[in-house]
């Protein structure tokens, strides 16, 4: 099974990129796992085509050929980041490679309820005419208090409850 995991943020040392390689690490033999970037996808402005974007194609070529997408959101104000809701926005205008895709949520923040919100936001979102996602019941992973975990332990909470999920 191959796939694709959204980093759900644009920051360098984001730690939902972090969460996405840990898995795509310790899952290898279970399936492929490409990790992949929106720090390059333009602000969504319905006066341009989607299609100018060559990141955008790159996203709707992996998405659309991809068994399954994971999203990893952050937590920005109670919602997702403004980068990843403009990549939704771009990938569900002309274009709706999500729709009928299964999705998984998956969420890494500083603060005690991890990303809770953002992800029942980012759960909404996925469920809108254009986006149609199917998105997974029950799997959400929140990661509270990113900074003080290594993810990069072999044994782990973190390993321990991915691999509960029975994701392949």
Do not use: C
């Amino acid at each position: 099974m191959k796939f694709v995991g959204l980093v759900g943020s644009n920051y360098d040392q984001s730690y939902n990129r972090k969460l996405l390689e840990f898995i795509r690490r310790n899952f290898k033999f279970k399936f492929e796992l490409e990790v992949l970037e929106i720090d390059k996808v333009p602000m969504f402005n319905q006066d341009e085509k989607w299609d100018e974007s060559f990141q955008l194609r790159f996203l709707y070529n992996k998405i659309t050929r991809a068994d399954g997408v994971i999203i990893a959101t952050p937590e920005h104000n109670h919602t997702i980041s403004a980068s990843l809701k403009s990549v939704l926005e771009w990938l569900s205008y002309e274009v709706h490679p999500f729709e009928n895709k299964p999705v998984m949520i998956v969420g890494a923040s500083y603060y005690d309820q991890g990303t809770s919100r953002a992800q029942v936001h980012l759960r909404k979102i996925l469920d809108a005419p254009g986006v149609n996602a199917y998105t997974l019941p029950g799997n959400e992973f929140l990661l509270g208090k990113a900074k003080k975990l290594s993810i990069t332990m072999e044994t782990s909470p973190t390993k321990e409850l991915l691999n509960s999920l029975k994701l392949a």
